[in-house]
């Protein structure tokens, strides 16, 4: 099947035999055992599969719930996909919501809201597996290309359902709508004859080979000019071409326009008839009188072997057939090979979201907003992030001006942030670890077998002295002693004797020594725990 | 086969030494996260970590510089260039070129080159022999052939080429001392700093112990700080290396190493035995399918069935040459996997916030005065996040506007009901537009109505917003410049995906596999274009220019890939490879050449299959609504008046007679067509102009004369009374304000002109024909019930008769028509025929002139129905009547009755059961039909 190509002039015409290789095949009257597959990157629509039709309206539904159309195509195709039992026609009347959502599913309903917020790609993906459609086989080669539109559309154009909804509009009859397929497939190729320049096939079947030699619809328009008195000033101006032009003052126009069409008319003959290696069969309408001009390709076919004694010998006047050569039927080694192929079961389609998430930073920041409101900023909140990279009392302004570097802090709240600070360092436990008679490491990274890393906000030593702190923007918890006793218990392990610990919060400057002793029963029955669950 | 990573880190461990003081120098973050994990796998103790850091960290610890952000940088280059080539350009329209030259600097210094030489205008040839002599004869040979080219054109740009070119290298001086005087530099800046000055810190303490692992095409730079440390440190360099690409001249991938390998400092870095897994046993599938979905979908049932067959997500990566499908990625395998971690992050351009935005951004560029344009405003009406403090409010505005068509809308009227409403609704100009922004995308992150994900956009925002306030002040010269800045820098921001890091299913682009192995992995989009990527960023510094200073080049960047390609697969004992099998329009992007060469060269076995799902058609069955009693009950309610609908209009018949479902759709179900504001002066619009006009100009004159009656003397003066019509008809379509005059500019214009045309067309035809009686108007309400021989017995037309006038015994139907439509039809029965051409014009005034005969009960004189159209106001030959098989009705009365009769039956099968509601077969019908997706035509 692959050899064979079928070379059409439109893809109107493309789109006919498609739908009539399509039908015959489903019909009773395929042969057993026969392939009869096609593929096509211009002719097969999209549009014509229910499951887009269904994710369109359900675009334009959620574009606008009150339009009364998308309502009724949305319910009417989401009975006709799900075949619900219920008559068809039903589902067409939209005016009750009750019974109107009565007919989709219940996550459509509930996520309306949620879903308009997804990028259109998102969204589309969504509403797949919303509507169920991911377990339709026969419509899984739509959803693809539907989707792929959506992704180019979306990666080209602003993300929004009118946008796209638009541009659909716009274009769902060209080829940007259009089904794509593998070429690497046993099937049958139909393409137009223009898409064929330059390549070869076995066999060429050319089915309709009766275009018109001159312009025969959409008349292009000429530009024009004349030196006759009327048109004399009038500069270029466009004329819609036609055979009335040629008793006209623009005639010279006309006869080169008309000229270059049957150029290119005939060029484009010469190019489909020169495409076959084998085989090429044509098929065209007899002419209805014997002696018309020749304006269409078919007529001209036509004359040409009527009017040549040697090509009439092989015309079949009866059947109206002329033929050259004899059709064999290809020996194995010379059908082309194709690959192997595999069949897309389910279109897989899950939500992402519940798996992974976009790191949270905002919510903290806007909860603080919403305490006190806009104008007036909590400095609190970025001094846990100036002691995440300080490390002596004279490294205050670098670190500083970093966090502005960044985009967190705006130069005019600065000096707001080192008054915070220097509040802080009234503090002289704090500020005696900024001194620098201690060895400082901020954010420092050990390594505990098995567990991974602990990152150490910020670390003090000298010699077997070791001095650990966490700062924390919350409010005090539980949670902080035991994780500042966990890193004590690691720097134990590591050989330091002297180890203390404290909390900083650094919303109000509190500081918490944390004491091994007091809480040490609990590490041991957390050690436990861990001891009884390995074992 | 154990990971690259996995050996050193062992290696490292298995020396028992303390760690703290050794430096370990990456390509990239992600290398760091897996060794430490590795590191952790190894040891028995709790330990320091030794410092991980990435190539860029490291060199910048040796600089006190400070590197700013992007927007920074290229903001004080549009200073420096500003001053430097007086520069008219406004800072957002020189942004994409400021980028542009502050990355071939940024390559310049990385590539230590002379920048002095580089940007000589070299059209003089004579200086390259003298002053060049560190080129090489081919380097020289590619510079003589760019400026020979050059000196040889005299064209414009090429003039201006070279006068940009002179420029360059003082701008590039004046840049680099602007930023070392603040203490800034960009990075190439930095690394070249630091390059050059390392002897300096000789026997400082420094950084202790470093190593460099897992490099490739280093920059000049790199490569010099890198020889340095080895040299006077005695770093081990690792180099992730098979003798596959090693070995074989023609690979590409392995290109940098093999002139690392030649050279004097680096040669005795290489391992004695060069690693050999890429040809060992490893099973390798290939796929193929149409576009890039194709490939998502089948990535996930591939994933799916490996997984069932034991492998581990954990040990399994996915990578994606491509960024485009990240998103139909994670919804394609996130169904099949705990968990999973991406490297990428979220496009903040694919976010609810970001439309947003625009949209604001275009409702302030379309307002006019104090009124806001109709299109953002319904769009804003509708975003998420407007209707999400009060969903009615703002759906209530929104009907408001589309009921009272309102094109332009007061800000008034939008700027109450909630707090982002007032926020957003009023004006603002590019000097404040950015606390305008900032105010809104604050109160978007206090709403409590929002989740997470949409604080998390307004975070990512308002730093856009405040970093740009901090650079750029709030000087913009238009909104349309700040937005075009703004949509540069929201480009290519993303909010990174947190997750566990090293748990689950890893997606990661290309780039991020530098040094990471997989038992599993799985590569998408393997075709030209993304691997190796076409993505070139665009320079001043042409490719010869290039070439001869060893700058990088696209085959530099093939080279990179190669290895990229290559690498990630050397390890894996699973290899799936995807690629899209479909070229674009172009032809361009076939299979990858990668893979390709694995396919033919390496020897290795490969399955290669092709996704192909047979096409399974669809009977598009047909929709037939039978009359059941249902159905039966809606359509006797035709017959019922009420204040809106009074009996079955023509046009109603008509759309029957076209199509009975369309009927059905349209007058039984009452599917109607959803609202807009409608701003183009359609043809419909147009008609109702003209017919507004026309039935006023009427009724006040009758008012006027207390008198029906129309005198040649009337029409003195319709002129003017025609403009003031007109302009009250125009306000009360649009809604405007009554005391103030119309703007009429663009297409209302040239609608005026056409109905004034037209009217006046009509005036002078009444003029001529007066004196006449006007019968009526506009008449509404008529209704004649016509008797049924079947149920339900009758059936009640109405209607609107544009017109009826007297002259004599001669009584005229009028019907303006602004379209196209003719007089002439064939016969009365060709005004029922179905699917063929209709003359629906003669049909409705065929029905007017029953309706009104029935009414008034004429019998005797004449009646005329007619049109006043195009085709009768403008000709001269042409005169008033429709036109039956070429012969003018001058009479309508004896046609009446067979009229009537067909109406009858139509009508008789509009009420009967027989007839079901179904699709014309004519798919021409179809082409302008509301309900067109209903039956897919």
């Known amino acids: 099947m692959k050899d064979i190509a079928i070379l059409v002039r439109k893809n109107s015409e493309g789109q006919r035999i498609v739908a009539h290789i399509l039908a015959y095949r489903n019909s009773e009257r395929a042969k057993p ?270 004359k040409a072997i009527q009017a040549n004694p040697e090509l009439m010998k092989s015309w079949d006047k009866v059947n109206q057939v002329w033929m050259n050569g004899e059709l064999h039927t290809p020996e194995p080694d010379q059908v082309s090979n194709s690959l192997a192929t595999v069949v897309l079961r389910a279109y897989p389609v899950s939500n992402w979201r519940d798996k992974l998430v976009v790191r949270h930073a905002g919510t903290f920041f806007f909860e603080k907003e919403k305490e006190s409101p806009f104008q007036k900023i909590e400095y609190g909140i970025y001094l846990h992030a100036v002691l995440s990279v300080l490390r002596y009392h004279d490294e205050v302004d670098s670190g500083l001006e970093s966090l502005v570097n960044s985009g967190l802090i705006i130069q005019r709240e600065l000096d707001q942030v080192k008054t915070e600070l220097s509040k802080l360092f009234e503090n002289p436990i704090v500020s005696s670890w900024f001194d620098r008679s201690w060895t400082v490491q901020t954010e420092v990274s050990l390594l505990v077998p098995g567990e991974g890393e602990s990152r150490v906000d910020r670390l003090m030593m000298q010699g077997k002295k070791a001095v650990v702190v966490d700062f924390k923007t919350g409010v005090p918890a539980k949670e902080d002693q035991r994780q500042v006793l966990n890193y004590m218990d690691i720097l134990r392990k590591m050989n330091f004797t002297d180890v203390e610990g404290y909390l900083l919060y650094t919303r109000k400057g509190e500081v918490m020594e944390v004491k091994s002793g007091k809480t040490k029963s609990k590490r041991k029955t957390d050690d436990s725990q861990l001891d009884l669950g390995l074992s | 086969m154990t990971p690259f990573l996995y050996n050193i880190a062992n290696e490292l461990i298995a020396r028992k030494k303390p760690l703290q003081h050794v430096t370990l120098v990456f390509p990239n973050r992600r290398a760091t996260l897996y060794f430490r994990k590795y590191l952790t796998d190894c040891i028995q103790n709790p330990v320091f970590s030794p410092k991980l850091l990435t190539i860029e960290e490291f060199i910048s610890g040796f600089s006190t510089w400070r590197v700013p952000d992007r927007l920074e940088l290229v903001h004080r280059l549009y200073t420096v260039y500003g001053n430097e080539v007086n520069l008219e350009e406004a800072f957002d329209r020189f942004y994409y070129w400021g980028e542009m030259l502050l990355r071939d600097f940024d390559e310049i210094d990385k590539y230590l080159v002379n920048a002095g030489h580089l940007f000589k ?146 040669r005795k870095t290489f391992p004695s035995d060069i690693p050999a897994n890429l040809r060992k046993e490893k099973t390798v599938q290939v796929f193929g399918a149409a576009q890039p979905v194709g490939q998502v979908k089948l990535l996930g049932q591939v994933l799916e069935e490996a997984l069932s067959k034991g492998v581990k997500p954990d040990e399994t990566v996915v990578v994606l040459p491509d960024e485009k499908v990240l998103l139909p990625v994670l919804h394609s395998v996130s169904g099949f996997v705990d968990s999973l971690n991406v490297t990428m992050g979220f496009p903040l351009s694919s976010t609810p916030l970001f439309n947003l935005i625009e949209l604001i951004m275009d409702l302030q560029i379309g307002r006019r005065g104090d009124y806001f344009n109709h299109r953002p405003v319904i769009a804003l009406l509708g975003h998420p996040y407007s209707t999400a403090p009060d969903p009615n409010a703002a759906h209530a505005k929104r009907k408001e506007i589309l009921e009272k068509n309102w094109v332009y809308i007061p800000k008034n009227f939008l700027a109450s009901s909630t707090d982002l409403h007032r926020l957003m609704f009023v004006d603002t100009d590019e000097k404040s537009i950015i606390p305008y922004l900032r105010a809104i995308i604050l109160c978007i992150g206090s709403m409590a109505e929002i989740g997470k994900m949409d604080k998390e956009y307004a975070y990512y925002f308002l730093k856009v917003i405040n970093r740009m306030e901090e650079v750029l002040g709030h000087d913009y010269s238009s909104l349309q410049s700040f937005l075009k800045l703004f949509r540069q820098l929201v480009r290519f921001q993303k909010i990174p995906f947190s997750g566990e890091p090293l748990r689950g299913l890893q997606v990661m682009g290309m780039l991020e596999t530098r040094n990471l192995d997989f038992k599993n992995v799985f590569i998408l989009s393997l075709n030209e274009g993304s691997l190796p990527s076409y993505e070139t960023k665009g320079s001043y510094i042409p490719y010869s220019v290039r070439k001869a200073y060893a700058l990088p080049t696209v085959e530099h960047q093939d080279a990179m890939y190669a290895y990229l390609f290559y690498r990630s697969v050397q390890r ?306 042409s005169s008033f009547g429709l036109i039956m098989n070429k012969q003018i009705i001058t009479n309508a009365l ?4 067979e009229f009537e009769m067909h109406l009858k039956s139509l009508l008789e099968e509009l009420f009967g059961t027989d007839q079901p509601f179904d699709q014309t077969t004519d798919t021409n019908t179809c082409r302008l039909c509301p309900y067109n997706r209903i039956c897919y035509r």
């Not at chain 1, 993906?125 to 792929?148: C, N, P, R, S, Y």
């Not at chain 1, 055979?243 to 008319?265: G, I, M, P, Q, V």
């Not at chain 2, 009950?633 to 479902?661: H, Q, T």
Request: glycine letters at 6%.
């Open chain 1, 33 to 302: 055992g026969i392939n009869y597959d096609v593929i096509s990157n211009e002719s097969l629509r999209i549009d014509s599969a229910a499951s887009v039709n269904l994710l369109l309206a359900a675009l334009r539904y959620l574009h606008n719930p009150a339009d009364a159309i998308a309502r009724a195509q949305l319910a009417f195709e989401a009975n006709r996909i799900h075949k619900s039992g219920r008559p068809l026609a039903e589902a067409l009347e939209v005016s009750n919501q009750a019974l109107f959502e009565s007919y989709l599913p219940d996550d459509f309903t509930r996520q309306k809201t949620t879903l308009r917020k997804l990028p259109l790609l998102e969204l589309t993906e969504t509403l797949i597996q919303v509507f169920g459609l991911h377990k339709i086989e026969g419509e899984l080669v739509f959803l693809q290309a539907f989707q792929d539109i959506v992704l180019s559309f979306s990666s080209r154009e602003r993300n929004d359902i009118l946008e796209f909804l638009t541009w659909w509009d716009e274009n769902r009859h060209t080829e940007k709508a259009s089904l794509k397929s593998p070429g690497d497939v046993d099937a049958a190729q139909i393409l137009t004859i223009h898409k064929a320049k330059g390549l070869q096939f076995k066999v060429v079947l050319i089915p309709f080979c009766s275009w018109e030699l001159d312009h025969a619809n959409n008349m292009p328009a000429l530009w024009v000019k004349s030196d006759e008195d009327v048109y004399k000033d009038a500069g270029y101006v466009p004329v819609r071409y036609s055979s009335k032009l040629a008793d006209t003052c623009f005639s010279e126009y006309y006869k080169e326009e008309f000229a270059r069409c049957y150029l290119d008319n005939l060029n484009l003959l010469y190019v489909a008839f020169t495409r076959a290696e084998n085989g090429l069969l044509v098929t065209a309408p007899a002419p209805k009188k014997a002696n018309s001009q020749a304006k269409s390709v078919s007529r001209l076919l036509h």
């Open chain 2, 121 to 266: 205008d070299l059209s003089n040839l004579k200086e390259l022999d003298t002053q060049f002599d560190y080129l090489t004869p081919d380097h020289k040979e590619y510079l003589m052939n760019f400026w020979g080219s050059i000196r040889a054109g005299t064209s414009e740009n090429k003039q201006k080429f070279v006068e940009v070119w002179r420029s360059l290298g003082t701008v590039y001086t004046k840049f680099r001392s602007e930023l070392s005087g603040a203490g800034l530099a960009y990075e190439g800046m930095l690394h070249r700093h630091v390059a050059d000055n390392l002897s300096l810190r000789d026997d400082e303490s420094g950084p202790g112990e470093v190593s460099f692992i897992g490099f490739n095409a280093l920059t000049k730079a790199e490569e010099k700080i890198i020889a340095w440390f080895v040299e006077k440190k005695a770093s081990n360099v690792y180099w992730d290396v098979d003798e596959y690409y090693l070995n074989t001249e023609w690979q590409e991938a392995g290109e940098f190493f093999r002139k690392y390998m030649n050279d004097p400092v680096f």
């Open chain 2, 572 to 877: 894996a004992q699973n290899v799936f490879l995807f690629y899209n099998t479909e070229t674009d329009v172009l032809g361009q992007g076939e299979m990858s050449r990668f893979l390709r060469q694995l396919i033919y060269e390496s020897g290795l076995k490969l399955e290669h299959r092709i996704l192909n799902n047979t096409i399974h058609p669809h009977q598009i069955e047909p929709i037939i609504i039978p009359k059941d009693s249902k159905v039966l009950e809606a359509l006797n309610k035709l017959n019922e008046g009420s204040a809106r609908f009074r009996g079955i209009s023509p046009s109603a018949l008509s759309v029957y007679l076209d199509c009975r479902l369309q009927f059905y759709l349209k007058h039984i179900l009452k599917i109607r067509e959803a609202n807009e504001v409608e701003e183009d002066l359609d043809a419909r619009v147009f008609g109702n102009l003209l017919h507004e006009v026309m039935e006023k100009f009427y009724v006040q004159l009758v008012d006027r004369k207390k008198s029906k009656l129309v005198e040649v003397t009337d029409f003195d003066h319709a002129d003017d009374q025609l403009s003031k019509l007109l302009d009250d008809a125009v306000k009360q379509l649009y809604h405007l304000d009554p005391g103030k005059p119309v703007d009429y500019d663009g297409q209302r214009l040239i609608v005026r002109e056409i109905v004034k045309r037209f009217a006046n067309q009509i005036f002078e035809a009444d003029r001529k024909r007066a004196p006449f009686v006007i019968e009526g108007t506009e008449l509404e309400g008529l209704v004649y019930t016509l008797q049924l021989n079947t149920e339900p017995g009758k059936a009640v037309l109405g209607g609107k008769i544009d017109r009826v006038d007297r002259k004599g015994d001669e009584i005229r139907i009028i019907d303006y028509k602004t379209g196209m439509d003719k007089s002439e039809f064939e016969s009365i029965e060709s005004l029922f025929v179905r699917e063929k051409k209709r003359n629906k014009a003669a049909f409705q005034t065929m029905v007017y002139a029953l309706m009104y005969v029935r009414n008034t009960g004429i019998g005797k004189g004449r009646v005329v129905p007619g049109l006043l159209s195009r085709s009768n106001l403008f000709d001269d030959a």
């Open chain 2, 894 to 897: 004896p046609l009446l009755p």
